[in-house]
Nanobody, 121 residues
Framework: QVPLVESGGGLVQAGGSLRLSCTASGTVFAMNTMGWYRQAPGTQRELVATIPSVGNPNYADSVKGRFTISWDNAKNTVNLQMNSLKPEDTAVYYC???????????????WGQGTQVTVSS
């Protein structure tokens, strides 16, 4: 098991900013993708942004130009800088990663427990 420790959620007014962080603790041999999804009440979980170990990030159209995802390889940490927040960004944000715990282990997808982001109008 690889716990993903999330932080940075909270309450902010529209137009404000928040920064989410997620660290993969425990035994990690290799990671090829990290990212964030979100789920608002009554809706399905949706992609926010992902970043591969090699290549360019991918963003949902709804957050392009406002959110920036970054990956600190040395710390097994992914960050999501969220600017110009809107009330429709309100959701529980989940960290996700695809990793291997040992050289012979299979790749597996791991999810964090989620952090609440609330944007007031």
């Amino acid at each position: 098991q690889v716990p993903l420790v999330e932080s940075g959620g909270g309450l902010v007014q529209a137009g404000g900013s928040l920064r989410l962080s997620c660290t993969a603790s425990g035994t990690v041999f290799a990671m090829n993708t990290m990212g964030w999804y979100r789920q608002a009440p009554g809706t399905q979980r949706e992609l926010v942004a992902t970043i591969p170990s090699v290549g360019n990030p991918n963003y949902a159209d709804s957050v392009k130009g406002r959110f920036t995802i970054s990956w600190d390889n040395a710390k097994n940490t992914v960050n999501l800088q969220m600017n110009s927040l809107k009330p429709e960004d309100t959701a529980v944000y989940y960290c996700v990663t695809n990793l291997r715990t040992t050289p012979t282990a299979q790749w597996g997808v791991y999810w964090g427990q989620g952090t609440q982001v609330t944007v007031s109008s």
